[in-house]
Nanobody
Framework: VQLQASGGGLVQAGGSLRLSCAAS????????MGWFRQAPGKEREFVAA????????YYTDSVKGRFIISKDGPKNTMYLQMNDLKPEETAVYYC???????????????WGQGTQVTVSS
């Protein structure tokens, strides 16, 4: 499966962006789709995930209340609405697909190419 991430850009602190991730093949109910981010010189870190079938969502603590992960099943597309962005959240954001919930990047099978999010202070 190929994952195509889009929606990144430059935004001021406190601003919002919505990322999209389109899958080239059907996503099944057992799949877990998620977002990670990687800043220069840092490890790839978990941001949020959604179970495709149930819609159950998972977030890292630092984004709870500000980010919303969602899906459009018929379009095979996942979204990440990011609000009140902070400069330290500047990173390349990657979408991914796996079979089980995990905050560890190596537990996921497929990755998109990433989209750059830059938050200016």
């Amino acid at each position: 499966v190929q994952l195509q991430a889009s929606g990144g850009g430059l935004v001021q602190a406190g601003g919002s962006l919505r990322l999209s991730c389109a899958a080239s093949e059907r996503t099944y109910s057992s799949h877990l789709m998620g977002w990670f981010r990687q800043a220069p010189g840092k490890e790839r870190e978990f941001v949020a995930a959604i179970r495709w079938g149930s819609g159950r969502t998972y977030y890292t603590d630092s984004v709870k209340g500000r980010f919303i992960i969602s899906k459009d099943g018929p379009k095979n597309t996942m979204y990440l609405q990011m609000n009140d962005l902070k400069p330290e959240e500047t990173a390349v954001y990657y979408c991914t697909r796996g079979n089980s919930y995990s905050t560890i990047a190596t537990d996921y099978n497929y990755w998109g190419q990433g989209t750059q999010v830059t938050v200016s202070s």
